[in-house]
């Protein structure tokens, strides 16, 4: 009975985070990759990071190691036709081998997501000179039946598949490896997994056991195509099912495979499976650690910018001798929130709020920040918790060691200006924009 190795995983797994795309939501990977008895797993939605970070909690929670990715879709090579009436890009998967390996991906689907131009994107996928800027930590993997190789292949077409495979051999060297799936190791298509480890061979490139899964049974694989009709704005009968991951072909298959049927076609080539499994383990951690990361502020330190402004502010608020009792608040709240190191946030937002106001763009604050006499005086609120009887500790409570929440709310007709001002007083590389996704589920 053949088994896999003790580290082999799938590489190339989607969840319901490549929208309208695929279906098993993150716990069902993490619970399936369990009972398999898999020690790691990869995340590969398209074009996205949207469920790196929940991934990876339920990794580390079910003690699986996650390996971070994405599928690409890549424009194809210049000087060569489309091989097919398929998708109008090739798949491609990027795997993070750490964390600038991390940060190449959210460029690249930065890139992807923000484009204004979201159909010619769809349509024309990531250019070669994008992915050549941005492959600093990556490891890249063919990405199957969607993929450009499989698909020149498939076409007849060998001199475009040998083009490819030398073109992404040059962009990543060592770090490149072709996959070959399941179905590609038997049958009348075993030539074509033969042809494609001989391409590897002939430039050096790893082949390696890697199967596509964009949902966990065959019984789900319906589903797909509703999906993708919902993406398309039409109807099931009228969506074309060359445009799915399986490019039409039923055959191919995008489920979780078994362990052991699995295993089984590799028998005769268990050199995928090892080398499936070494590729994972060349990928380390990838995501941040979790450490706040503030912006360092021109001038004096931001403890010391922080007491000066705040001095300044409760002179203004309450006159040049404020009562003891108040000073004294303003200077445990201040020591407070140093020690838990939020100084710079406190200082960005008061200059958010003051450049809004400076404007006359309209801003208001909602939430537990008006418990803070150090936001009332930074000008950030304009609510007094000392005549109100406001406590702070309902804002920032020692017994929780949780980031603050500055809720703001910005006029909607002009918030885009502020959004301008951060960018040119902070930098545009440094200001990105928060999501807010939708699922589709049961009620």
Known sequence: MSALPANFTHLHVHS????????????????????????????????????AIAFARACRAAGIRSIIGLAADVALPAGDLPPDAGPPCGRLVL??????????????????????????????????????ANAEGLICLTGGRADWLERFLRAGNRAAATRYVAQ???????RCALAVSSDLMGGPLRPLGDEIIALGRRFGLRAVAAQPIYCLDAEQRPLLRLLAAIDANCTVAEFDGALLPDCGDAASPLEWPAPEPFAAAYADRPELLAAAGELADSCGEALPDGRLLWPVLAGQPAPAQLAETAAVGLATRFGDAPPPAVAARLQREIAAI???????????????????RSADIPVSTRGSVANSLLAYCLGITTVDPIAHDLLFERFLNPARRSPPDIDLDFCSVRRDEVLDYVRRTYGAERVALVATISTLRLR
Do not use: K
């Open 16 to 51: 319901h985070y490549t929208l309208l795309g695929a279906t098993p939501s993150l716990d069902e990977l993490v619970v399936r990759a369990a009972q398999d008895g898999l020690r790691q797993l990869a995340l590969t939605d398209a074009n996205a990071l949207f469920g």
């Open 95 to 132: 795997l993070a081998t750490d964390a600038s390996g991390y940060r190449s991906l959210c460029r690249l689907a930065s890139l992807c997501q923000a484009d204004t131009d979201r159909e010619r994107r769809r349509r024309d996928g990531l250019a070669w000179a994008e992915l050549r």
């Open 168 to 174: 992404l051999g040059g962009l990543f060297d060592a």
């Open 338 to 356: 140093v020690d838990y190191g939020y100084a710079p946030l406190f200082l960005l937002v008061a200059d958010l709020v003051r450049f809004a």
